[in-house]
Structure formats: structure tokens, C-alpha cells
T-cell receptor, first 119, second 109 residues
């Protein structure tokens, strides 16, 4: 199946600093990628939909100035958590769909996830 | 609104069979996905149903009833490694995945 690579797997940063997380589709082109956040024992929460060459679409309640998304190419999307605070500590996961296979029955392939801890 | 319901936690015995149910309400419907997620890892795809009926894949099977807004994931011959969370996700009219909270499955020897 298709592979989505996410980096880094885990990161610890100081409060007030920024952290960039990369999501790459390795063997297919992903016009659209999705960024999720997952708190312990909770489900995936969609943060934003990343569109190649255009602005990301953010879900209600997600601060677009705090969570910067850049989708500069068909294989790379980045999420930057700016001015991180301890409450931003979470598991961040990206996913992408192989659009050449169509939309309806295409499963989302997930990156490995990034465990962010802000101290 | 859009909503996915599944049990929070289930317990089963190694070697047995377990059925995890999921009900959904979405704006439009383009299929139902099941994912497995081990603690601290990203979800992995298990199955996809868009037509009514049962899809079998080895030890795992998934069922869909569109008229009832209902699906289940059936796991047979349970193994300890099947201990994980199982996520149900429905694809809405915009092909966006609406996620359930997940069912934590605990397998006991």
C-alpha cells in the first residue's frame, strides 16, 4: 500500500518556541493531506485539510495563525506549531489519500504520528 | 449533525470471536472504514464497505447496512496482538472522514 512518512516521531520543545512537523507521501501524489490531533484515550480530531498550492482549510476552533500549514508540493505538507504551550502537547498525525485511485473507496494512509511535548 | 457511535471498551478472550458495532449519521455517505490503532501509533486501514453486506478478509470481517446506518467489525480467532483501539469512520458527501471515538479492545488469555 501507499506510504506516508511523518517526521519527527517525537519532539520535546520549550514553551514559546515553534515546532515543524513534516508529512510526505512517498509513492503517490497527494493533492490533499489531512492533519489530526489526538489526545490520550480520545479519537482523532481533524484540525485542517491541507491543499497543494492553496490555503489550508481549518476546522472550527483551530487557530490558523497558531497552526501554520504549508503544502508546497504534491508530496509534502508541513504543520508548524507556533509559540507552543504545554496545552499543545498531543499526538499529531497526518494522512493522505492516493487520488489517482479516486476518492470514494480510497483509504487514508497515515504517517507514523508525532508526539509533541511542550515543557 | 454528523455523529459516529461505537462502544468505548470491550473485553474478549484469546481464541474467541468479538463483534464491534458502529452506528453513523452523516451528511451524505460514501462508505465506512475500519481502522486499527495500537497505543502511540497511527491508525492502520482494515476494511472499507460501501455496499450492504459482509466483506471478509482473513480473520477480520466487516458488515454494512446503509438503511440502518450500521456497521460492525468481526474479529475471529482472537490473538493477543489484536489488543488495540478500533476506529470506525464514515465518509460523508465531501469524502471527509468522520471518526468515531474508537473502541478499546482488551484481549485476555
Amino acid at each position: 500500500g501507499a506510504v506516508v512518512s511523518q517526521h519527527p516521531s517525537w519532539v520535546i520543545c520549550k514553551s514559546g518556541t515553534s515546532v515543524k512537523i513534516e508529512c510526505r507521501s512517498l509513492d503517490f501524489q497527494a493533492t490533499t493531506m489531512f492533519w489530526y490531533r489526538q489526545f490520550p484515550k480520545q479519537s482523532l480530531m481533524l484540525m485542517a485539510t491541507s491543499n497543494e498550492g492553496s490555503k489550508a482549510t481549518y476546522e472550527q476552533g483551530v487557530e490558523k495563525d497558531k497552526f501554520l500549514i504549508n503544502h508546497a508540493s504534491l508530496t509534502l505538507s508541513t504543520l508548524t506549531v507556533t509559540s507552543a504551550h504545554p496545552e499543545d502537547s498531543s499526538f499529531y498525525i497526518c494522512s493522505a489519500r492516493d487520488l489517482d485511485r479516486g476518492l470514494a473507496d480510497t483509504e487514508a494512509f497515515f504517517g507514523q504520528g508525532t508526539r509533541l511535548t511542550v515543557v | 449533525g454528523q455523529n459516529i457511535d461505537q462502544p468505548t471498551e470491550m473485553t474478549a478472550t484469546e481464541g474467541a470471536i468479538v463483534q464491534i458495532n458502529c452506528t453513523y449519521q452523516t451528511s451524505g455517505f460514501n462508505g465506512l472504514f475500519w481502522y486499527q490503532q495500537h497505543a502511540g501509533e497511527a491508525p492502520t486501514f482494515l476494511s472499507y464497505n460501501v455496499l450492504d453486506g459482509l466483506e471478509e478478509k482473513g480473520r477480520f470481517s466487516s458488515f454494512l447496512s446503509r438503511s440502518k446506518g450500521y456497521s460492525y467489525l468481526l474479529l475471529k480467532e482472537l490473538q493477543m496482538k489484536d489488543s488495540a483501539s478500533y476506529l470506525c469512520a464514515a465518509s460523508d458527501s465531501n469524502y471527509q472522514l468522520i471518526w468515531g471515538a474508537g473502541t478499546k479492545l482488551i484481549i485476555k488469555p
